[in-house]
C-alpha cells in the first residue's frame, strides 16, 4: 500500500459525514431544505433519523483529527505502508461506525468508533515518535 491509499482514504472520511446526512434527509417525508435544521428538531419520534444525523456529524468530529495524524505522518517519514493501512483500518471502522449507528447496534458501534479512534491515536504517535 502507498500513501495514495491513505489519502483516498481521507477523500472517502470527508465524503462520509455527507452519505449519513443523505440518510438522515430521506429517513423521514416532509424534508424542509429551506430549514433543514429545524425540520430535524421536530424529527423527535423519528430513531433512525436521528441517529442517521448523530452517525452525520460524528463523521465529521472524526475526519479532521484522522486527517491530520494521515500528513503529520506522512511529514514525519513514517513507512507509507503503514499510514495506508492504518487509513484503511480507519475508514473500514468508519464505515462500520455509520451502519451500525443507523442499525442502533451500540455495542459494536462504540468498538467501532474506539477501533478508528486507536488508528488516529497510533498515526499522530508514530509522526511524534519518528519525528523526535
Same mark, same amino acid.
Given at each position: 500500500m502507498s500513501l495514495a491509499t #491513505?489519502?483516498?482514504?481521507?477523500?472517502?472520511a470527508?465524503?462520509?459525514p455527507y452519505v449519513w446526512v443523505g440518510f438522515a434527509k430521506t429517513g423521514a417525508p416532509g424534508y424542509n431544505n429551506r430549514n433543514p435544521r429545524a425540520w430535524l428538531a421536530k424529527q423527535e419520534g423519528n430513531y433512525r433519523v436521528q441517529r442517521a444525523n448523530a452517525a452525520h456529524l460524528?463523521?465529521?468530529e472524526?475526519? #479532521?483529527p484522522f486527517a491530520a495524524g494521515v500528513v503529520l505522518a506522512q511529514l514525519a517519514g513514517v513507512d507509507p505502508a503503514r499510514i495506508a493501512l492504518l487509513a484503511v483500518v480507519f475508514v473500514v471502522l468508519r464505515v462500520a461506525h455509520g451502519i451500525l449507528y443507523l442499525a442502533d447496534v451500540q455495542m459494536l458501534r462504540s468498538l467501532a468508533w474506539t477501533g478508528g479512534f486507536g488508528c488516529v491515536i497510533a498515526?499522530?504517535?508514530?509522526? #511524534?515518535?519518528?519525528?523526535?
Amino acid at each position: 500500500m502507498s500513501l495514495a491509499t #491513505a489519502y483516498w482514504c481521507v477523500l472517502i472520511a470527508a465524503l462520509l459525514p455527507y452519505v449519513w446526512v443523505g440518510f438522515a434527509k430521506t429517513g423521514a417525508p416532509g424534508y424542509n431544505n429551506r430549514n433543514p435544521r429545524a425540520w430535524l428538531a421536530k424529527q423527535e419520534g423519528n430513531y433512525r433519523v436521528q441517529r442517521a444525523n448523530a452517525a452525520h456529524l460524528n463523521a465529521f468530529e472524526a475526519f #479532521a483529527p484522522f486527517a491530520a495524524g494521515v500528513v503529520l505522518a506522512q511529514l514525519a517519514g513514517v513507512d507509507p505502508a503503514r499510514i495506508a493501512l492504518l487509513a484503511v483500518v480507519f475508514v473500514v471502522l468508519r464505515v462500520a461506525h455509520g451502519i451500525l449507528y443507523l442499525a442502533d447496534v451500540q455495542m459494536l458501534r462504540s468498538l467501532a468508533w474506539t477501533g478508528g479512534f486507536g488508528c488516529v491515536i497510533a498515526l499522530l504517535a508514530m509522526a #511524534a515518535l519518528n519525528a523526535a
